[in-house]
């Protein structure tokens, strides 16, 4: 962890000058590996001949789609600084109707954020890197993945009949059996097991999930626990093995990382759960402070926001597994030739964005 740098971003991004002419908006779509079609909203902020570029990462399709038919409407033109653009743009109606899913604000509001602050720096003429004073390093990342229903090793094998070297972050769900455990342990290459404990999900049949942890716990002795059920049946069997216990989905603030059900060994942070540039530096500097370790997480970035996570991570904790992989490693079938881990963070000349 390059120490203190995520915990000082606020201070030193907040008072940058900034001037908004106008903003755009781009609708990008994708098929995922998950089966479903990926949609997010590119935001572009334009002033003083450069372009700030942003990622609204919602996930529901026809939100995207009342966004578009709005069209650019909030009033954002004006000379701010990032500080006080952000308490403006926050202020927004930024949803034509109430989104489905509350956090979903949160993701909106960050691609605003991240777009002023790539505007506000391109407009110094300088990158993020130089602004906190930090040199990006190489950067670890893992594929996100889920095995299906029902679960299959096949599209592990498959990517790594590609890519022999790729590493893995995989959801377990309640139906992996014994087999399927052993065959996916003995690719070697699982760094974190995510149990999607904390989405709210119903648990249809409790005795089913104890056996698969039992199973997970045995053939994956050094990998992350991400996101353990918070049951009692499952926190006994989790506890003996606490010092791998990660958390991902409750954490959205600093506040969130103090209130956690076990102590984490490590967290993982994506910005555009926070919401904000503000809210982001908190949760790095209180991790900082109480030695925690994090890394990095996205959600389903299609354009300038995968980059923008990138880069962060690189900057922040770049030897962790970030769950950051090139957005083209979430496809059905990743095409030959992506880049590998350690991945270049690529920062461009000026802004927060990496180069294409």
């Known amino acids: 962890m390059n120490a203190g740098t995520g915990g000082r971003l606020w201070e030193r991004v907040a008072p940058l000058p900034l001037t908004v002419e106008g903003y755009d908006l781009t609708r990008l779509e994708a098929e995922f590996s998950m089966g479903f079609t990926r949609v997010t909203t590119e935001i572009a902020l334009r002033g003083g001949g450069h372009e700030g570029r942003g990622e609204d990462v919602s996930y529901d399709a ?60 391109r407009q110094a003429g300088a990158p993020l890197h130089e602004v906190l004073g930090v040199t990006p390093r ?4 893992v594929n996100s993945l889920g095995v299906g229903e029902p679960p299959s090793a096949e599209p592990v094998t ?11 972050k995989l959801d377990a769900t309640a139906s992996w059996d014994r087999a399927l455990v052993a065959e996916l342990a003995a690719t070697g290459a699982v760094d974190v097991v995510d149990f ?5 999900q119903e648990v249809p049949d409790v005795a089913a ?8 716990l045995e053939a994956f002795p050094d990998a992350l626990l991400e996101d353990p059920h918070d049951l009692p049946e499952i926190t006994a069997l989790v506890a003996p093995h606490g010092g ?8 959205h ?8 059900p076990l102590p984490p060994r490590l967290v993982n942070v994506k910005p555009s759960r926070t919401g904000g540039l503000r809210a982001l530096s908190e949760v790095y500097g209180h991790c900082e402070a109480r030695g925690i370790g994090m890394y990095g997480g996205g959600q389903g970035e299609l354009g300038v926001g995968r980059g923008q996570i990138q880069l962060l991570a690189a900057l922040v904790h770049p030897d962790t597994p970030n769950d950051v992989a090139p957005s083209p490693f979430n496809l059905p ?3 030959p030739g992506l880049p590998t881990s350690p991945l270049d963070p690529a920062p461009d000349a000026t802004g927060f964005r990496r180069r294409p």
Request: aromatic residues 12%.
């Open 158 to 168: 498959r990517r790594r009949a590609l890519y022999p070297d790729l590493r893995f």
């Open 333 to 335: 079938t990743p095409p």
């Open 253 to 260: 603030t600093a506040a969130d990382v103090e209130a956690l």
């Open 244 to 251: 791998r216990v990660s958390y991902d989905a409750p954490v």
């Open 138 to 141: 190489a950067l670890r990342f």
């Open 196 to 200: 999607k404990g904390h989405y709210g």
């Open 62 to 121: 026809t939100e995207h789609d009342a966004l578009h038919a709005a069209g650019p409407v909030l009033p954002l033109a004006g000379r701010w600084t990032v500080e006080s653009f952000c308490a403006h743009v926050a202020a927004q109606p930024q949803w034509p109707a109430p989104p489905v899913w509350e956090p979903s604000r949160l993701y909106r509001n960050w691609g605003y954020e991240s777009a002023a602050l790539d505007l506000a720096l």
């Open 209 to 216: 999930l104890a056996r698969m942890y039992g199973l997970v």
